[in-house]
């Protein structure tokens, strides 16, 4: 089931495999996407595909300094003939794109926190349960930096993978140009709902071996002890690095985890969790992370 909507997604977003599959991958593990890159890259467009490939719905939110919480979960109006009912906001949908999340001020910022974490939101103390499957895609702009607000560090821990797309390859390029440009792509859709939530269940039951997990332990550890570090790995950040190593090896086919895979999934995961002793480079924590596995290896 992962090969076709992979496939489908791949349709459309041309030359980004490994993106491709980090996104899907991060949507049956339940969890959350940070995309860092410049506008125009096709950030918007891999959350209308993804959206489409699972069969699933697609909410956007367009972050401003003037955005209001209620903008993003919903408002409770004012029905002549039944009294207050519940409109639900753009957040109520399988796949959330919060585009330049980091423009909005820390309280309509901290309206998405409820809605990653607990996967509701509290409307005038009423609990409002969201679709499953559930995933925002967040976008921030790395460059541009003028009226924005940073995300704090409670918030950044909600995200399972920060991604780069990229400029795409000249000759993906050139393809998509021939297109007519991303606006006039088709979205094909490769799996409905109930088929995309036995697929997040099945991350569940892959195998990950006693030594692999003294692998990834190591890892996080290291993070906590190593000179190059100033704040390591919370507890949050190793189940979600666990978690995705489950839906990566079941992604590619495995009923159980390797050791390559924790490798490979080590930064996207835990780049943005961490904190480091840095000469100011936007790519320090991902520079120490790879320091720390060189240094670790792969001895299993």
């Not at 909600?158 to 006039?184: A, K």
């Not at 790879?290 to 299993?300: C, K, N, Y």
């Amino acid at each position: 089931m992962f090969s076709r909507a992979r496939a489908a997604v791949e349709s459309v977003i041309r030359g980004k495999p490994r993106v491709v599959e980090l996104a899907l991958v991060a949507v049956i593990a339940g969890g959350h996407v940070l995309i860092e890159d410049v506008p125009g890259v096709g950030k918007t467009t891999l959350a209308r595909s993804l959206a489409a490939a699972i069969g699933g719905s697609l909410g956007r939110v367009q972050f401003t300094s003037d955005l209001l919480p209620g903008d993003i979960t919903g408002v409770n109006v004012l029905d002549p003939t039944d009294g207050f009912r519940f409109r639900p906001g753009p957040v109520f949908a399988n796949v959330v794109l919060a585009d330049e999340i980091n423009r909005a001020t820390p309280k309509t910022q901290s309206a998405m926190l409820e809605a990653m974490n607990e996967r509701r939101v509290t409307i005038d103390g009423t609990s409002h349960t969201l679709p499953d499957p559930f995933t925002v895609l967040a976008t921030q702009n790395p460059v541009d930096f003028h009226g924005t607000f940073p995300l704090p560090d409670s918030q950044l821990d909600r995200f399972l993978v920060r991604l780069s797309m990229g400029y795409p390859e000249r000759e993906h390029e050139r393809d998509i140009l021939r297109m007519g440009g991303l606006r006039r792509a088709i979205f094909p859709q490769a799996l409905t709902l109930d088929e995309t939530r036995r697929l997040s269940r099945s991350t569940a039951s892959v195998q990950v071996h006693e030594e692999v997990e003294n692998y990834l332990l190591d890892i996080v550890e290291g993070t906590r002890t190593d000179a190059r570090f100033l704040r390591g790995v919370s507890t949050r950040g190793a189940e979600a690095l666990y978690r995705v190593t489950q839906a990566l090896a079941l992604a590619r086919g495995r009923s159980f985890v390797v050791p390559e895979d924790v490798r490979e999934l080590a930064i996207p995961v835990l780049a943005h969790r961490v904190l480091v002793r840095s000469d100011g480079e936007r790519d320090g924590a991902a520079r120490a992370l790879r320091g720390l596995l060189r240094d670790l290896g792969v001895s299993i």
